[in-house]
């Protein structure tokens, strides 16, 4: 297996992957291809579609506006388990920002988004689909082989309760406005177990107008649950999630190299 390709055009595919067995494109990811990135017969790219690990294909037009991918080589195989295992769960934002959030998410690492419903959320119908769109573009760019899932939204009452019921020992990590003066790396260096071992984690990011007091209260009551502050500035919300995602993916995540 070689090393990891940075320079080479990336696609996800729904398909299975095997050797010489020719991918046909859909309408989009040809035009995409043919009149976009003005690619010709011959012209090698990877593919990847989160089962069978990172493949080095060559592109091959029929006529001028489909074309098929033939795979020739295997470059990277699919990690069992994957290798981040962060969920990021969110207010929901308006349409811009919140595709520049679920962009951001996945390349700091987050497995799965799920959109959270708070007392002050502004937002109430996220576009699921095309937040899926954004996060598989952006698995494109950064390298990834697995796209994270994006789960249907619930309210902040019930994914605490349905938390407490059983969610395999996942901790949430939930940015607390309210906890100012405190340092945020010490706080998330405590969570680690006997033998330096570390949780699943979930990171809980709320809305532009933050949580309500009650909000805060459930939140700081729960045994699974653990505030961190970002600092004196007030953040926008898809601002937090990339300062958040970068503290907990240096301290616990993979960034530490372990």
């Known amino acids: 297996m070689s090393h990891y390709d ?20 859909d309408r989009a990811q040809s035009n995409y291809l043919l009149n976009v990135l003005r690619m010709d017969e011959g012209d090698e790219m990877l593919i990847f579609n989160g089962r069978d690990g990172e493949w080095k294909v060559e592109v091959r037009p029929l006529g001028r506006k489909k ?11 699919q990690p069992v388990p994957n290798a981040s295992d962060l969920h990021y769960l969110f207010a929901p934002l308006k349409s811009a920002r919140i595709d520049y959030m679920a962009q951001k998410a996945v390349e700091m690492g987050a497995s799965q988004l799920r959109p959270v419903f ?3 959320t502004q937002e109430r119908r996220p576009k699921l689909d095309k937040m899926r769109s ?9 390298g990834i082989l697995a796209i994270p899932d994006v789960t249907e939204p619930v309210t902040l009452s019930k994914l605490l309760e349905s938390w407490e019921d059983g969610e395999d020992g996942r901790h949430i990590i939930f940015c607390d406005e ?6 945020p790396l010490a706080i998330l260096d405590s969570l ?14 709320g809305p532009e107008g933050g949580f309500s007091e009650p909000e805060r209260e459930q939140l700081r009551a729960a045994t699974f649950v653990t505030p961190i502050p970002l600092g004196p500035r007030i953040l926008r919300a898809d601002t937090a999630a990339v300062a958040a995602m970068a503290i907990v993916q240096a301290v616990l995540g993979d960034w530490t190299g372990e």
């Open 6 to 25: 940075f320079k080479s055009q990336r696609l996800w595919v729904e398909q299975d992957i095997a050797e010489k067995i020719a991918i046909p494109c």
């Open 67 to 77: 074309c098929v991918l033939v795979p020739i080589e295997q470059l990277r195989s």
């Open 118 to 120: 708070t007392q002050h």
């Open 134 to 142: 954004n996060v598989i573009e952006a698995a494109e760019q950064c």
């Open 178 to 183: 309210g906890e100012l003066g405190k340092n």
């Open 192 to 205: 680690r177990g006997e033998g330096q071992s570390v949780p699943p984690l979930a990171l809980l990011i």
